[in-house]
């Protein structure tokens, strides 16, 4: 009798659900069940949420502004408001999420004084929301907390370094809506099919290339730069064909956006300090962390340009930081400038 073999594509996981993907722990933690797992599948289904309002912006009368300022003092869009309270309301359901802080807010949101509530959230709703407007693409970035006590909630729950992150991720609201996590131990990605409503295994460890040719800046800026600076963005335009340079230039100005540019493709995408903000644009707690932990786990790196991300110890929650982000080797070339060295 002839032994029953599964066909090969049997056993390829591309097209699971992520529902599926972190309910069988197949997140590179399979001891992470219960609520952590929980908490995850309230992330999905925010996602699914936010990417459904999104995708109808331009028809749902939700573009423009609201009139009001967020607590960096920048023009609030109906759509950053909604997708923050979307984010909220859904994790205060499962009572696991003890609180959240938010770029939206002020401080942080208590969701939950249940004894099994372990977790805290740290998210931007609504990333690069002044390009909500002009139909470019936008994302959500998310980091995920233990709360390391039984007592209430705290902010100093939040301000760990991003080395004590549980998971991170980001979701793209780009031609197609992409879910990309990490629980430290390689990173996924996981395609929107709004035909089931679901997203599905896309891309299952995703590594980003150890060198790039691709660099990404907000070249407008050139003039406030620092001198190492300016001499590391006159060398990735220098000709020299050993190295493939120069790069090619790309900025879409969504954090989200270029950064998943730069994982998939390899490269460097930078924000750093200024003379007239010497700790740059963006937030640690919110953007830099995230992608940080995102990066690494991918075999990537990020840093200030002195200073590994993960390793910064927050003061506070809307704490600005100067980021260098990408491929390993784009960034240690990042560093060499930043030492006044060339490498
Ligand atoms: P936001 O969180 O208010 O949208 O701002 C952050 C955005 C990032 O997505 C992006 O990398 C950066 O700001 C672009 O800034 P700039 O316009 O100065 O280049
Ligand atoms: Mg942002």
């Known amino acids: 009798m002839d032994t029953y073999e599964p066909a090969p594509n049997l056993e390829s996981r591309t097209g699971l659900t992520l529902e599926t993907y972190i309910l069988e722990g197949m997140l590179g933690r399979p001891e992470a069940r219960g609520y952590f797992t929980s908490l995850l599948s309230s992330l999905a289904l925010a996602a699914k949420l936010v990417t459904s309002r999104v995708r109808r912006a331009g028809l749902a009368n939700v573009l423009g502004y609201t009139g009001d300022e967020n607590v960096q003092g920048e023009k609030v869009q109906k759509l950053d408001r909604e997708a923050n309270e979307t984010l909220m309301r859904v994790l205060s359901r499962r009572g696991v999420c003890a609180a959240a802080a938010s770029e939206e807010e002020e401080e942080m949101r208590v969701l939950s004084t249940a004894p099994h509530a372990k977790y805290v959230m740290m998210f931007d709703p609504l990333d690069g929301s002044s390009n909500i407007d002009v139909n470019i693409s936008i994302g959500t970035i998310f980091g995920v907390l233990r709360k390391e006590h039984d007592g209430p909630v705290e902010e100093k729950d939040f301000l760990k370094p991003g080395t004590k992150l549980q998971a991170a991720g980001y979701v793209i609201y780009g031609s197609s809506t992409m879910f990309v996590i990490t629980t430290g131990d390689g990173v996924h990605g996981f395609t929107y099919d709004p035909t089931v409503g679901e997203f599905l295994l896309s891309h299952e460890n995703i590594r980003v290339p150890e060198r790039g040719t691709t660099y990404s800046i907000n070249e407008g800026n050139s003039s406030r730069w620092t001198d190492d600076v300016k001499r590391w963005n006159a060398w990735v335009k220098g000709d020299d064909k050993a190295t493939q340079r120069p790069y090619r230039q790309?900025?879409?100005?969504?954090?989200?956006?270029?950064?998943?540019?730069?994982?998939?493709?390899?490269?460097?995408?930078?924000?750093?300090?200024?003379?007239k903000a010497p700790e740059g644009k963006l937030r640690l707690l919110y953007e830099a962390n995230p992608f940080a932990f995102l990066f690494e786990a991918a075999g990537g790196a990020a840093s200030t340009g002195t200073e590994r991300i993960l390793d910064i110890v927050p003061t506070e929650l809307h704490q600005r930081v100067p980021l260098a982000l990408g491929s390993r080797g784009n960034v240690a070339d990042y560093e060499a400038f930043v030492r006044g060295e060339t490498p």
């Open 250 to 275: 790309r900025y879409v100005g969504t954090l989200v956006a270029d950064a998943h540019r730069t994982l998939m493709r390899g490269g460097i995408f930078a924000y750093p300090g200024d003379v």
